[in-house]
């Protein structure tokens, strides 16, 4: 059984840094994709940075220039500088491997002063 592992959201001040992690286990298999995905209340999910086993990355426009994905095997790592109050979110791990989605439980990721 696979399992991805969040962890590193909190509450930070505007302007502040972040870095969230996430781990698989239950597999030694790899994702030919993994990347972040955030929910803020009464939105819809969107996918906020996706990486590739090659190496590959995407990043939605508001986040562009501010977060960094990384993957080392079988985990993703976000880093979120210069956080703004519209990051508030939920923010989930998400791995594909074949047709099969991975999702873990996610983390509150919270920007206020």
């Known amino acids: 059984q696979v399992q991805l592992v969040e962890s590193g959201g909190g509450l930070v001040q505007p302007g502040g840094s972040l870095r969230l992690s996430c781990a698989a286990s239950?597999?030694?298999?790899?994702?030919?994709?993994m990347g972040w995905y955030r929910q803020a209340p009464g939105k819809q999910r969107e996918a906020v940075a996706l990486?590739?086993?090659?190496?590959s990355t995407t990043y939605v426009d508001s986040v562009k220039g501010r977060f960094t994905i990384s993957r080392e095997n079988a985990k993703v790592y976000l880093q979120m500088n210069s956080l703004k109050p519209e990051d508030t979110a939920v923010y989930s791990c998400h791995g594909l491997r074949g047709w099969t989605n991975y999702w873990g439980q996610g983390t509150q990721v919270t920007v206020s002063s």
């Open positions: 990486i590739t086993s090659g190496g």
């Open positions: 239950g597999s030694t298999l790899s994702f030919s994709r």
